[in-house]
């Protein structure tokens, strides 16, 4: 309860604004720890599919049909029942196909990260806007009472000093760790990117 009780007088020390500031790092968060799950979950896929890339038969790779479980399976199997293989009469078709596919594939990859990122950068700017408003406040103090109300005055500069260090002490780990999810998302690409040459390789070998 003395939790909930500092809290609620923190977001009223803060002003309006600390509660933009709340809302928005909880989205990001909720954002973050969605693509992480998702992330490691496909990574723990992919180290299977090199397997499966090198060692499925040509048939096997060729009959995986159904419709695309982007959340359910790995990133390769996703793409491999994409494939239109009776279209696909030379290594180059089949390449280009594949190419195309993950392009496609790249939204969803990315997920809401390109969002978390705009919140990132937003958080600051909502630290300074609550700075703003919080030396307004001070203004409209001043203007009313002259210097002669401290407490009111210190009212004003709290929230301004308050929103600012929120929004940076916030927007600095929202970064960092969508820093490192992109990192993880490279990875991921590369690793799908090696089986389906793997993939591609196979398929020509045969045809030779």
């Known amino acids: 309860m003395d939790i909930l009780t500092d809290f ?11 509660w933009v500031i709340f809302f928005a790092a909880s989205i990001a968060i909720i954002m973050l720890i969605e693509r992480a799950i998702q992330i490691q979950k496909w ?8 397997t499966f890339a090198h060692d499925a038969d040509v048939s096997e790779l060729k009959d995986l049909q159904g419709e695309m479980n982007v959340r359910g399976e790995s990133p390769v199997r996703s793409v491999l029942r994409q494939i239109r293989w009776q279209e696909a009469t030379t290594e180059d078709d089949l390449t280009k196909q594949i190419n ?5 594939f790249m939204p969803k990859f990315n997920g809401l990260l390109p969002t978390v990122a705009v919140i990132g950068t937003l958080l600051p700017m909502l630290g300074l806007l609550g700075t703003v408003t919080g030396m307004i406040n001070v203004f409209e103090v001043i203007a009313l009472h002259g210097t002669g ?4 005055m210190a009212h004003g500069i709290s929230q301004a000093l308050l929103t600012t260090a929120s929004g940076l002490v916030i927007a600095i780990p929202v970064i ?15 690793s799908t ?5 793997v993939v591609i390789n196979r398929v020509g070998s045969s045809r030779g």
Do not use: C, I, Y
């Open 43 to 50: 990574l723990k896929l992919a180290a299977k599919d090199q």
């Open 193 to 197: 990117e090696q089986s389906l040459l």
């Open 149 to 152: 109300d401290p407490q009111e």
């Open 100 to 104: 195309t596919l993950l392009s496609e």
């Open 8 to 18: 609620n007088g923190l977001m009223d020390r803060g002003g309006p604004v600390m």
């Open 176 to 190: 960092f760790f969508h820093h490192l999810l992109v990192q993880r998302l490279q990875m991921l690409l590369a």
